[in-house]
């Protein structure tokens, strides 16, 4: 059973910094043609891609809205991927969601979602 769990979010002030983090269980993480995204959904708004990376390999894609503030990064060890976010602005308050797709099964499946708040 593919499992994904999130955790890190929280309320954080315009410029502070928030890690976030999803560990997978239940498929082969690090297997070629799996991509770990991060996606996020503000209220009254479309759920929209933020970052994405392969886990073999380590390519990375990011949002225009979040390239040079937000990092994402993996640790195949662990089977967890994160999401580094800095500089945080009121605009990047949503619920975050980790994705799990591979780009050559089936396999897609959602996290839970973890609210980041960025108010003063």
């Known amino acids: 059973q593919v499992q994904l769990v999130e955790s890190g979010g929280g309320l954080v002030q315009p410029g502070g910094s928030l890690t976030l983090s999803c560990t997978a269980s239940?498929?082969?993480?690090?297997?070629?043609?799996?991509?770990m995204s991060w996606y996020r959904q503000a209220p009254g708004k479309e759920r929209e891609l933020v970052a994405s990376?392969?886990?073999?390999?380590?390519?990375?894609n990011y949002a225009d809205s979040v390239k040079g503030r937000f990092t994402v990064s993996k640790d195949n060890a662990k089977d967890t991927v994160y999401l580094q976010l800095n500089n945080l602005k009121p605009e990047d308050t949503a619920v975050y969601y980790c994705n799990a797709k591979h780009r050559f099964t089936t396999l897609e499946s959602w996290g839970q979602g973890t609210q980041v708040t960025v108010s003063s």
């Open positions: 990376i392969a886990t073999a390999g380590g390519s990375t």
């Open positions: 239940g498929f082969a993480f690090a297997e070629y043609g799996v991509i």
